[in-house]
């Protein structure tokens, strides 16, 4: 489908999206753990000012976070999608929210163009009923849905083992793509995210 993805969620909310691609096993994770992004070699060992890098891994999730001025980076839960290929499909990233009515947490998804944006995006967990997504806007890097997501949300996602977001191709809009998202390591990753006020 596409090789760079960007991750948009706290980057682009504070301007300071970069490209990230697609890779397994490198970046910079900490001593025990091996990322499975490639955000970037650092110069020195130490990531550069706007800079994304991989602060940690929990299971299959990185927390990703831009290198910033700041006491502390921002960083959002992340990972990406693969499709029944192994081609990177999308890329997810997550992040709590305080004081934001029914949403405790929100969500950045990235889809390739092309997609078939009346068809909406669906998520569903271990089998469950899906959830339709409405497309937020489309830009050069993809197609991007911005959800919020329940309490109930969340805690299906804490249970579950498995996600499966599906998407429909606009060339074969009698198709369905579908990409695995695995909740693996989703409950302590949950729990080590920024809270973002709104």
């Given at each position: 489908m596409f090789r760079h993805l960007t991750s948009l969620s706290l980057a682009a909310l504070m301007g300071l999206a970069t490209p990230l691609s697609a890779q397994t096993d490198t970046g910079t994770a900490t001593d025990t753990e091996t990322s499975q992004l490639d955000l970037g070699t650092p110069v020195d060992g130490e990531p550069q000012l706007g800079e994304r890098y991989a602060a940690q891994s929990f299971g299959d999730w990185e927390l990703a976070c831009i290198k910033t001025q700041a006491e502390k980076d921002p960083c959002s839960l992340l990972q990406i999608l693969r499709d029944e290929n192994d081609n990177p499909l999308a890329e997810i990233s997550l992040f709590r929210l305080a004081n934001a009515g029914q949403a405790v947490a929100g969500a950045t998804i990235v889809v390739p163009l092309e997609t078939l944006l009346t068809a909406q995006m669906t998520i569903a967990v271990d089998g469950g009923s899906a959830k339709r997504y409405n497309y937020s806007y489309c830009s050069p890097i993809g197609?991007?849905?911005?959800?919020?997501?329940?309490?109930?949300?969340?805690?299906?996602?804490?249970?579950?083992?498995?996600?499966?977001?599906?998407?429909?191709?606009?060339?074969?809009?009698?198709?369905?793509?579908?990409?695995?998202?695995?909740?693996?390591?989703?409950?302590?990753?949950y729990d080590a995210v920024d809270v973002i006020s709104n």
């Amino acid at each position: 489908m596409f090789r760079h993805l960007t991750s948009l969620s706290l980057a682009a909310l504070m301007g300071l999206a970069t490209p990230l691609s697609a890779q397994t096993d490198t970046g910079t994770a900490t001593d025990t753990e091996t990322s499975q992004l490639d955000l970037g070699t650092p110069v020195d060992g130490e990531p550069q000012l706007g800079e994304r890098y991989a602060a940690q891994s929990f299971g299959d999730w990185e927390l990703a976070c831009i290198k910033t001025q700041a006491e502390k980076d921002p960083c959002s839960l992340l990972q990406i999608l693969r499709d029944e290929n192994d081609n990177p499909l999308a890329e997810i990233s997550l992040f709590r929210l305080a004081n934001a009515g029914q949403a405790v947490a929100g969500a950045t998804i990235v889809v390739p163009l092309e997609t078939l944006l009346t068809a909406q995006m669906t998520i569903a967990v271990d089998g469950g009923s899906a959830k339709r997504y409405n497309y937020s806007y489309c830009s050069p890097i993809g197609c991007v849905a911005q959800i919020g997501l329940t309490q109930a949300d969340v805690d299906s996602f804490k249970r579950g083992a498995e996600g499966v977001l599906t998407i429909v191709p606009a060339p074969a809009p009698d198709q369905k793509v579908t990409a695995r998202i695995s909740l693996s390591g989703f409950t302590a990753g949950y729990d080590a995210v920024d809270v973002i006020s709104n």
